[in-house]
């Protein structure tokens, strides 16, 4: 909610009693209400039933972000949730993208959120053998693409942005960050957490969304990796990556915001559509930070440890989650 209101009042745009139905709402999360679970089981084991809270059911469900959002904007308009783990975002911004282009809306409040540091998370996933175990430099334990990488850093947060139909934002004078041009999703269809062995599912998302945009592989200036930091994630990006766009790869940047702001989950994408969107008004690549060995099968131009100042026209942001939930973003400079 605080997310959604700050890109609100960075927009300018007002919600009004004539406009609110063509305002619509899409935001994803992967786990929603753990805390809130983990709370009210203590409860239900030490108290009894009774003393269950009648808000557990709609805290915890992870669609209710989307409905808190629409509640507290007077959004009207279609409002719907993602949820498809560390996808979700993506696929909460892609689909706010094709509502838009279907006419179902002329605004839409897309993002995700998400707040799984908690005991019960911490452990599934460590549980999972997810997490990096580098206690000793937790600073450094999230080092993507890294030969000395041994798992993800959990983060928690929001990022919402709006999207908007061209002339609906160009009649009332919107500030504008960029567009979304593009939109690929696909299925892995071959594990609840591991990723496909040869990156189909990562390589078919990209290429959708290149093709959805209408570009030539050789214009895409720079992707926004999953990149995770894992050992099987990185690979297999990176092998995607060099079968997409072939000779080009060699010559792209390719850098994972995570190795700053940890892995975000469901709202990871949301956060680094962001970032890909300043990295384009601003000309400003952000780096892989803790990229100190480089590992032989991660090969690509990771941006390591330094941001790097360029001129910047179109990005891919990639996110990829449990299950073989694959989206990819293209994003672009907006040209007058």
């Known amino acids: 909610v605080v997310a959604a209101r700050q890109a609100l009042s960075d927009s300018q745009l007002e919600i009004t009693e004539e406009n609110a139905h063509r305002v619509g709402v899409v935001i994803g999360s992967g786990i929603g209400g753990l805390q809130t679970l983990e709370e009210q089981t203590r409860r239900l084991l030490e108290q009894g039933p009774r003393r269950v809270s009648p808000f557990f059911i709609p805290m915890i469900i992870p669609d209710i972000a989307s409905g808190y959002v629409s509640i507290f904007t007077g959004a009207r308009g279609p409002n719907l949730a993602a949820v498809t ?39 599934g996933f460590n549980a999972a053998g997810a997490l990096s175990t580098n206690n000793d430099h937790p600073e450094q334990a999230s ?9 993800f850093v959990m983060g928690e947060g929001a990022g919402v942005i709006i999207l908007e139909e061209l002339n609906h934002a160009l009649a009332r004078g919107a500030k504008i960050y960029g567009e979304i041009k593009g939109y690929g999703l696909s299925g892995d269809a071959y ?35 999953h990149g995770t930091s894992t050992l099987q994630n990185d690979l297999l ?14 010559r792209l940047a390719v850098s994972s915001t995570k190795s700053m702001t940890g892995h975000l989950l469901g709202a990871a994408a949301g956060v680094e559509a962001i970032i890909c969107l300043l990295a384009i008004r601003d000309g400003i690549i952000p780096p892989t930070i803790n990229y100190e060995y480089p590992d032989p099968d991660c090969d690509l131009d990771y941006v390591p440890n330094q941001a790097r100042r360029q001129p910047i026209q179109r990005v891919l942001s990639n996110s990829f989650g449990f299950g073989g939930h694959n989206a990819t973003l293209a994003l672009a400079k907006y040209e007058e």
């Open 85 to 123: 783990a560390c996808a979700s975002a993506a696929h909460a911004i892609g689909e706010a993208f094709r509502l838009i282009q279907h006419g179902d809306a002329e605004v839409m409040i897309a993002g995700g959120a998400e707040a799984a540091i908690t005991p019960l998370g911490v452990a």
């Open 143 to 151: 080092r993507p693409f890294d030969a000395k990488r041994d798992g």
């Open 237 to 250: 990006e990176t092998k995607a990556i060099k079968q997409l766009f072939g000779e080009k790869a060699k």
């Open 191 to 225: 594990h609840i957490t591991a990723p496909h062995p040869e990156g189909k599912g990562a390589q078919q998302a990209m290429a959708m969304a290149v093709q959805d945009a209408g570009w030539d592989l050789e214009t895409v200036d720079y992707i926004n990796a």
